[in-house]
């Protein structure tokens, strides 16, 4: 009896599985993916593809061109590691000190891959084409970004680019859709408040910049209670404050780093000009100056609908429509937005969580871990993809 499509990929899980912890046990930072991107580009050319290296410094490009005309479908894995110790105890732990796969994009890698091993070995039933991207620097580097400026989506021409990321509050075997919007803006910012320094004992020949900032970081938190829109979103954190040196001593300065999450650009703004309109209040009110320094990230990340209901109708087949949900937008910030700006295409949750296996810790936890079962999951999710937008029909 003919295999079905599960079946066929479940071969490939021991293969899968020897990827992702290779990658995982030598976790590489943003840019600087070298080894895993040699990796990457080994295969790809093994599997006979057109390939490109060193698109935005380390990314690889993989093009399939089918036998037949037909559109281009895209489909990205990220592959930087994160600035963090992993412990020990996991036979395929991480080797490098302080660095750590602890966001799923040697998973993201792995399952690319598989997906390039499952199609470069059925050529014949491909029309139009496929084209991998491996990106370097999801992590705040913004590689996505660099990439799409090379040109990533030309040459052949995208029609739909499609993602995935790893998601541990969901049960390995689900997969989460957003219908529209997924994820927030992801904005910085840093404010120096500047005094004048002194002795600790004559605070009235200083000017405090301690008890201004004091002041100003519960002034910024009553900016998204009282200006934004209680059925609308938005985050302000301030994740760093730094200032001074010794019990007895006034600073000149203290800094505060945060971070600005939106999901509309009306809000984005809105949060940017009430962050410097309350700085600059404060500060005069303590008669200190101020530096805002504001710098735009990643943009909102927004689903073409009819590209969300492709994904869900695809998985479905595979799955059944009890394990495919739509989820609602998370303020986390990702990149592949930056894809998303220049052709349709959505991106979407894989499943990683398994309660019985104690996997159930969050990203950039030093405990993270995924459910290899999503690994031959994950490649069967985007094969569906891909048949469906390309309208192969391989998957039946
Ligand atoms: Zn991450
Ligand atoms: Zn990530």
Redesign the pocket.
Same mark, same amino acid.
């Given at each position: 009896m003919k295999k079905t499509l599960k079946e066929n990929i479940d071969e490939m899980k021991d293969w899968l599985v020897e990827i992702r912890r290779t990658i995982h046990m030598h976790p590489e930072l943003g840019f600087e993916e070298v080894e895993t991107s040699k990796l990457v580009s080994g295969l790809l050319e093994k599997f006979g593809l057109e390939v490109k290296t060193g698109v935005a410094k380390t990314g690889v490009v993989g093009l399939l061109r089918g036998k037949g005309q037909g559109k281009t479908v895209a489909i990205r894995a990220d592959m930087d590691a994160?600035l963090m110790d992993e412990p020990g105890g996991k036979p395929y732990a991480s080797k490098v000190q302080g660095k750590m796969h602890?966001?799923g994009?040697d998973a993201h890698v792995a399952i690319l891959l598989g997906v390039a091993k499952f199609f470069s070995s059925i050529p014949e039933q491909v029309r139009g084409n496929i084209k991998w991207i491996f990106q370097p620097a &999801? &992590?705040g580097g913004g590689g996505g970004r660099i990439m799409v400026e090379e040109g990533v989506l030309e040459n052949p021409k995208v029609d739909a680019a499609f993602a995935a990321h790893v998601f541990p509050l969901l049960s390995v075997g689900k997969i989460g859709i957003y219908e529209r919007v997924g994820l927030a803006a992801a904005d910085r910012f840093v404010i120096k408040m500047i005094g004048k320094g002194g002795h600790a004992a004559v605070p009235h020949l200083t000017k405090d910049p301690i008890i201004a900032t004091g002041h100003l970081i519960t002034q910024i938190h009553s900016i998204v209670s009282r200006n934004v829109n209680p059925l609308e979103s938005g985050v302000i954190t301030i994740g760093k404050v730094s200032g001074g040196t010794a019990n007895n001593i006034i600073p000149d300065e203290v800094e505060l780093w945060g971070t600005v999450r939106s999901l509309t650009p009306q809000i984005r703004e809105e949060l940017k000009s009430r962050l410097e309109q309350v700085t600059r209040g404060v500060a005069q009110s303590f008669g200190i100056d101020y530096r805002f320094d504001f710098e735009y990230g990643y943009p909102v990340l927004l689903n073409d609908p009819a590209m969300s209901k492709l994904v869900a109708s695809a998985c479905s087949k595979g799955i059944g429509e009890e394990n495919v949900e739509f989820v609602k937008p998370s303020m986390g910030g990702e990149d592949f937005a930056y894809f998303l700006e220049k052709v349709p295409g959505a991106f979407f949750r894989l499943g990683i969580r398994n309660e019985e296996r104690g996997i159930v810790h969050p990203?950039?936890s030093s405990l993270f871990d995924i459910d290899e079962e999503v690994l031959p999951f994950g490649v069967e999710m985007f094969v569906r993809i891909i048949d469906e937008f390309l309208g192969l029909e391989i998957a039946k």
């Open positions: 994160l602890a966001c994009h &999801e &992590e990203y950039h």
